[in-house]
């Protein structure tokens, strides 16, 4: 018999090492005279995304397209450091150390384009490569505010860095603000359990981010299905065995990992509530896409069949032992 059941799981997250650890990202930024712009940093990445994100924060700051900003990182030779790709922590650090670094090249930019148009700084503004006054646009175009400033020995390249090491918390109370910025989630797992064979199944997976502002949406929702992924792994499938700290599953012959016909439609709602500290509002979304998904389907096998899970992966064989121990095994 098959039957299916529906769970819930939440989480909150924080944001970098938390806890008095240092926690700082650096980038530097260089416009050319044409106008496009080189940004160094050390944030690696490994899948996320977090170059075009570095772009895009760029871009956006400078008012220039992303096709115009060239991202190098994790060049131990070239790169500032931005410390570990880790605790969902890039985009909120890396991000506004190249928005600072950006925000630093914009100013003196802006100052010699007001020079040009014979008009006060105060109403000048960059969009999609056009210099703007007051809102509307001129003749004048980033291109050419770069060439002049470079052409002029103005300030053309800047370094911006990020630091969010927190104090650590009062060792007597356990208070204070371990962490600079948290990030929340809840999602729900419909699941159907066969009675017979112990197989869970995942049906669908309805997951509600709180990223702050999705400065690359689509990437976000990839970051959520990846991490949902990796949740119905670590939930059903994945099982690391050690002996004597020796692993007996040393290769994905033994050391089984979710595919394609394992993951279910999985529905992504981005909750936009900026925070003030990061980069245009955004925060992270990397582990805590992973977190809620193994509670959301554990609670669902318990609503379809009564049982409650209480080790990881709920194999097949695990759920038919708590089907016989209950009694209710059919």
């Known amino acids: ?3 299916r059941g529906v ?3 939440c989480m909150m997250y924080a944001m970098g090492y938390g806890f008095g650890r240092p926690d700082s990202a650096s980038a530097s930024l260089e416009i050319a005279d044409d106008g496009t712009v080189t940004v160094l940093c050390g944030c690696a990445d ?26 190098l990182t994790a060049d131990t030779l070239m ?31 802006l100052e010699v384009a007001s020079e040009m148009l014979g008009v006060e700084p105060a109403g000048i503004s960059f969009a999609n490569g056009v210099v703007l006054h ?25 370094m911006g860095l990020f630091n969010i090491t927190t104090p650590d918390v009062d060792p007597e109370t356990n208070q204070g603000d371990a962490y600079a910025a948290y990030t929340f989630a809840s999602q729900v797992a419909e699941v ?50 050690l002996e004597e700290g020796w692993p007996l ?10 595919t394609v016909m394992d993951v279910p439609p999985i529905v992504s709602i981005i909750v936009e509530d900026e925070e003030p500290t990061g980069p245009y509002g955004a925060k992270g979304v ?33 759920v038919l032992r708590l089907l016989r121990e209950k009694g209710t095994l059919l």
């Open 1 to 3: 018999m098959k039957k």
């Open 134 to 158: 007051n809102g509307e646009a001129t003749d004048l175009t980033v291109p050419m505010v770069a060439n002049r400033s470079r052409s002029t020995g103005r300030q053309c390249t800047a």
């Open 249 to 258: 599953t040393p290769s994905f012959a033994e050391y089984l990992l979710p």
């Open 46 to 71: 490994i899948g996320q995304g977090s170059t075009e994100m570095l772009a895009l924060v760029a871009a956006e700051e400078l008012g220039i397209g992303p096709q115009d900003v060239r991202v």
């Open 192 to 241: 159907e359990v066969d009675t017979e064979t112990g197989e869970v199944k995942v049906l669908r997976i309805v997951a509600a981010h709180d990223v702050g502002r999705a400065i690359n949406p689509l990437g976000v929702e990839g970051q959520i299905e990846g991490g949902v992924a990796m949740g119905i792994g670590y939930a059903l499938i994945e099982n690391l065995q």
């Open 7 to 9: 769970g819930y799981g």
């Open 79 to 109: 790169t500032p450091d931005a410390g570990c790709t880790s605790a969902t922590r890039q985009t909120y650090v890396s991000g506004n150390a190249v928005r600072k670094a950006a925000r630093i090249v914009l100013d003196s930019l």
């Open 286 to 318: 990397g582990e805590p896409a992973t977190i809620p998904t193994a509670p959301a389907i554990i609670n669902a096998i318990h609503d379809a069949v009564g049982i409650r899970v209480n080790e990881l992966p709920a194999t097949p064989e695990v």
